[in-house]
């Protein structure tokens, strides 16, 4: 089992708060690594690390074995990293099936190209239509994004990403907002994924990170304070106390 | 119906010339072929502003560079020494007109290079700063006329045709004017088109997906820079003058007005708008001297009543009609 991702001694400070506490963490192939912790824990600071749009003010990111830690987010994604938004941020006035030719586009390349035409290059329409075909999403192909419902935007943000057949995936809340069945549905598309992908998940939703991870890791005030397997993380004491608290519905 | 539209409104531009002649108004001749070339430099700049989502306020910088190369080469062509030292001046319109598009080319991926590094209103300042330095920089150019610019006494030469003839550079205009919309149309349907209109879109999820955001709204930003010197060149050609007005802000406020009145980021909106302020500026300007306030209002009225500009107007406009009778 190879490391995918490793993570070693990330500070990132705001002025005087401390938003990534000394935290190392890796993410090994064929694993889903949940991320939990409470709100302003710094989960999305981490994930913004890793993906490249902060820059963390010490310690090392590795992508398969390479230093990333200075490059740029296209730099990264270049090299395999996919993520999702915990907000959906998608291009709104384009097309379900817009948006995942232009991910396919981004693999693809030639996009220096200003004589060509964009719809006669089939290739990229068929890799999408592919993507698109057995999704929930197949028949809300022609909607613009901004006629989508909350849902759908989070199967997108989904798609999207693996439209870039990425070797990481770093996901940021993907259940946020889902309703009960959504949820459900997500969950059984991040394991399908899962068996191919490996993982970095932050989410909140237990049911969630108990039915999809292989290792969880405990952030609370930018410290990871707990890590490893499913049961010995709903049976750490600490953590219950920390972060789980009294909601012992949750576990 | 596009298609027809279009085909009409190639007939009625080419019967221009005859029309106003049978007229008796030459000074509309004159008019129309204003309006093609600005409509040339609006649609450079909303190349960047409407698909890009740059807003520029130094457009004007590479629309007066480009009239400059013709000037300077004029300059240099009459008194046969040569530019530098080494580059000899032309008057021929074959080598001016190219010259004119890769050197305010150069201009813009200068200038794009280093505003580009910033965004919002950073970016309007510093690309507007850009174009005043440049503005002054001819300005204190002495050799070349300083503030009163270049007189060109003859209009470059082309395949030995009369340019001196309104309509003929009407005509030579039209061509380019044409081809320009050609390439432009063909680069909006582009891969690289595609690329920028999801960079105005949205450029965080643009690099999230591996795109470079830098360096295709630098590229958009050069090509849009040589739209520019195209259409100042083909200026510096019709007036037979080029001078550091064409560079001044107020010019590059024109231009987006252009833009803004003929609808953000629609492909015939710049022509619409270049139109529309040229023929309200003649005609305001013969009524007051305070016609801006009147295209003030106007101004007004087009961007809080249309929401697209004229041709959202149109558009919106066709679509009521195409329903009615259906």
Known sequence: MSAILEIDGLVKRFGGLLATDNVSLTVNTGEIHALIGPNGAGKSTLINQLCGELTPDEGRIRLNGRDVTGMTVPDRVAMGLGRTFQITNLLDDSTVRENIAMAVLALEGHNFRIWDNILRRRSIWNQADALLTGTPLESRAHVQVSGLSHGERKQLELLVALARKPRLLLLDEPMAGLGHVESQEMITRLQEIGQTTPMLLVEHDMDAVFALATRISVLVYGRIIASGTVDHIRTNPEVREAYLGAEDELC | ?326
Do not use: C
Not at chain 2, 13 to 39: E, H, M, N
Not at chain 2, 50 to 59: E, K, P, Q, T
Not at chain 2, 277 to 284: A, P, Y
């Open chain 2, 1 to 326: 119906m596009q298609k027809t539209l279009i085909v009409v409104g190639l007939i009625v531009l080419l019967l221009v010339p005859t029309l106003t002649d049978l007229a008796g108004q030459p000074a509309l001749l004159s008019l129309v072929t204003r309006i093609l070339i600005y409509s040339i430099a609006a649609a450079s700049l909303n190349f960047i502003l409407g698909y890009g989502g740059m807003v520029s306020f130094g457009h004007a910088a590479f629309f007066g560079v480009g009239g400059y190369v013709v000037g300077i080469l004029f300059v240099h062509h009459g008194s046969g020494e040569p530019l530098l030292g080494f580059i000899p001046g032309s008057n021929q319109l074959l080598v001016t007109l190219p010259l004119a598009v890769i050197v305010a080319g150069a201009f813009a991926g200068l200038v794009g290079a280093l505003s580009l590094r910033t965004s919002g209103v950073q970016f309007i300042m510093i690309t507007l700063a850009f174009a005043q330095m440049l503005y002054f920089l001819f300005v204190s150019l002495k050799t070349y006329g300083g503030e009163d610019g270049i007189i060109i006494r003859r209009s470059n030469e082309l395949f030995g045709l009369d340019m001196r003839d309104k309509a003929v550079m009407y005509y030579v205009i039209l061509v380019v004017w044409a081809g320009f919309f050609v390439l432009l149309w063909r680069l909006i349907q582009s891969s690289f088109g595609t690329v920028i209109k999801g960079i105005r879109q949205n450029e965080r999820r643009m690099a999230a997906l591996g795109f470079a955001p830098y360096r295709y709204k630098l590229y958009a930003f050069v090509l849009a820079g040589a739209g520019a010197g195209l259409a100042g060149a083909l200026m510096a050609n019709f007036l037979r003058f080029t001078s550091p007005d064409m560079l001044h802000w107020s010019k590059s406020g024109e231009l987006m007005i252009m833009v803004i009145l003929g609808g953000v980021g629609s492909f015939f909106g710049p022509i619409l708008g270049a139109g529309a302020f040229l023929v309200l500026e003649s005609f305001l300007a013969g009524w007051s001297e305070h016609w801006p306030l009147a295209l003030g209002l106007i101004l007004l009225v087009v961007v809080l009543g249309t929401k697209g500009g004229l041709g959202g107007l149109i558009g919106k406009l066709a679509a009521w009609a195409t329903r009615g009778r259906t």
